[in-house]
């Protein structure tokens, strides 16, 4: 599976921005994905995770009730809505997918099977 994520940029606080995970390979329909933020200085966070159906979805705290993920296999995509962000928000962010169909296997950094290259969000004060 590849996995590219894009969608990235600057916005102001409050504003929205969708990112998106295009992928390729057989086996993206059967996979949990996770999206995952790491800003300067600090280690790579957890965001949201989906599973493989798109039924199941878990999030961060910090982005609980703000972030929506969502997924359309038949575009083999899969979607992070962010509205009402914040600087604090600001990081690189990627998407990975676990071999693992579970939402819960698409939340830790160390159970991702594959990885896409990173988009920077950028939160202005």
């Known amino acids: 599976v590849q996995l590219q994520a894009s969608g990235g940029g600057l916005v102001q606080a409050g504003g929205s921005l969708r990112l998106s995970c295009a992928a390729s390979?057989?086996?993206?329909?059967?996979?949990?994905v996770g999206w995952f933020r790491q800003a300067p200085g600090k280690e790579r966070e957890f965001v949201a995770a989906i599973n493989w159906s798109g039924d199941s979805t878990l999030y961060a705290d910090s982005v609980s009730g703000r972030f929506t993920i969502s997924r359309d296999n038949a575009k083999m995509t899969v979607y992070l809505q962010m509205i009402s962000l914040k600087p604090g928000d600001t990081a690189v962010y990627y998407c990975?997918?676990?071999?693992?169909?579970?939402?819960?296997?698409?939340?830790?950094?160390?159970?991702?099977?594959?990885w896409g290259k990173g988009t920077q969000v950028t939160v202005s004060s």
């Open positions: 390979g057989r086996t993206f329909s059967n996979s949990a």
């Open positions: 990975a997918s676990s071999n693992i169909p579970l939402v819960a296997a698409a939340t830790l950094t160390v159970g991702m099977d594959y």
